[in-house]
């Protein structure tokens, strides 16, 4: 069995999660007709205190489909410097949805609100309107957003009528770290984004969450950008199980990812970021003069371990359901034995 540090999204489906999917009731979810998926998007409307939620393939398709509802082409969306949607989604806001991007600094997790209010758009004729604000709750670069800030830069919004999509892939991994309820966190945005497909190892999907009327004018567009699925439930089924079985176990990952971290600690050299050490992923250092990428992956990877290569100078553990607190103990063995060699 491999050890695999490279991502939650790794994460297989669980044996209930099997027996849910084979014998799931299905029905064409294009009519609405799938009684599995309903059951879905109605128990995440709950869950998160939004009037609706519609079930999406992926997290990027989420996103991607949340810009489009919300924004006319040409308008400029504001967003973290560092957030997936920038950085990870291959440049779709502007294929799809023909809008603009400006960032604005999300130093480890804290927004500043001044500068915000500055970077939404008056009506001056050469400006774009600013169509959409987003934030990343929790952040991909490991770090959480307080609520106080998230609920800041939602009334600034408010106040400007700019509204605000929150990408909450890993919500609950924020939920947990800053002990905040999830609908509070729900509350500082008209739409979000969560993934089912992460540490809460469902196979595949998303969901876009938000009031009636958004999520009836993103099941057109989802239906535009090839997302009408129709045997759903199938996928629907893991959905629910992810939802009401999977979040408290969330927080064992964070355990380990603190456990990882003052284990990695003792090689020498070894640079934990504890700034952004506030989910299930660990971020750190380790100079090419002690040990190359090259080697270190091949290294691990002859030990059934899997990680990914540095991204901007820095290594990204990650941690989930596949790891235990022994695989830990053997990457770090493992690991000190490469460079010893
Ligand atoms: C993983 C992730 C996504 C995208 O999810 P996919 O299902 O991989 O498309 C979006 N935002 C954040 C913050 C993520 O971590």
């Not at 205190?49 to 398709?61: D, H, I, N, Q, R």
């Not at 309107?129 to 709750?137: I, P």
Request: proline share 2%.
């Amino acid at each position: 069995m491999w050890i695999d540090l490279r991502s939650d999204t790794v994460t297989q489906p669980t044996e209930a999660m099997r027996q849910a999917m084979a014998h799931a009731v299905v029905g064409d979810d294009v009519y609405g007709d799938d009684p599995t998926v309903n059951q879905l998007e109605k128990l995440t409307s709950e869950l998160f205190g939004k009037e609706a939620a519609l079930f999406v393939p992926s997290g990027t398709f989420g996103n991607q489909l949340a810009i489009m509802t919300h924004t006319q082409r040409g308008d400029e969306i504001l967003l973290g410097d560092d957030c997936h949607i920038l950085m990870h989604e291959v440049g779709a806001a502007a294929v799809l949805s023909g809008v603009q991007t400006r960032t604005f600094p999300t130093n480890s997790g804290h927004i500043d609100i001044e500068k915000l209010k500055r970077m939404i758009r008056g009506d001056d004729i050469h400006f774009p309107a600013t169509g959409l604000l987003c934030m990343e709750n929790a952040q991909s670069s490991g770090a959480v957003v307080s609520l106080a800030d998230m609920q800041a830069v939602y009334q600034l919004a408010q106040s400007r009528h700019v509204p605000v999509h929150i990408d909450g892939a890993r919500i609950f991994n924020a939920s947990i770290a800053i002990s905040a309820d999830i609908k509070e966190i729900a509350a500082c945005g008209d739409s979000v984004n969560v993934c089912l497909s992460k540490g809460l190892c469902a196979p595949v999907g998303s969901m876009l969450i938000g009031t009636r009327d958004f999520i009836r004018k993103a099941r057109k567009n989802r239906k535009l950008m090839g997302g009408g699925l129709r045997q759903a439930g199938i996928l629907a089924a893991a959905g629910i199980l992810a939802l009401t079985e999977m979040v408290s176990r969330l927080e064992d990952d964070h355990k380990n990812a603190h456990y990882l971290a003052d284990r990695l600690e003792e090689i020498e050299s070894c640079q934990v970021n504890r700034n952004r050490l506030a989910i299930n992923m660990v971020f750190f250092t380790l100079p090419e003069s002690v040990i190359s990428e090259a080697a270190l992956i091949e290294g691990l990877k002859n030990k059934m371990i899997r990680i990914n290569g540095q991204e901007d100078g820095e290594y990204r553990f990650v941690t989930n359901y596949g790891v235990s607190v022994d695989d830990i103990d053997l990457v770090v063995k493992t690991m000190k034995t490469i460079i010893d060699n």
